[in-house]
């Protein structure tokens, strides 16, 4: 088994979430996605629910990497440039099954 770091960026759909998926791929990053919620609040603020007529950007949006330590520390502090306001969270997670290659 092996160890790595997980990341999830909590954003909205007006957010630079491509922005910052682009710049995951050029950084090296192993792998990455990004999960487009149903519905979703982001701290006292009103829940947001997706229909057929929402447009508005409000929605909830979460990308989620995994890869190694040293990976991940070099570009937390470009994530935190591209979404300075966003919540990210960092756990140390276990690589059950697959790998980095």
Known sequence: ?????????????????DRILRMLQAEGIRGASVYHAVAGFN???????????????????????VDLEEHVARVLPKLAELAPHQLIVRENVVIEQGSFE
């Open 43 to 65: 701290g006292r603020h009103a829940i947001h629910r997706s229909s057929l007529v929402n447009g508005g950007g409000d929605l909830p949006v979460v990308l989620v990497f």
């Open 1 to 17: 088994m092996e160890t790595a770091v997980q990341v999830t960026i909590y954003l909205n759909e007006s957010d630079k979430w």
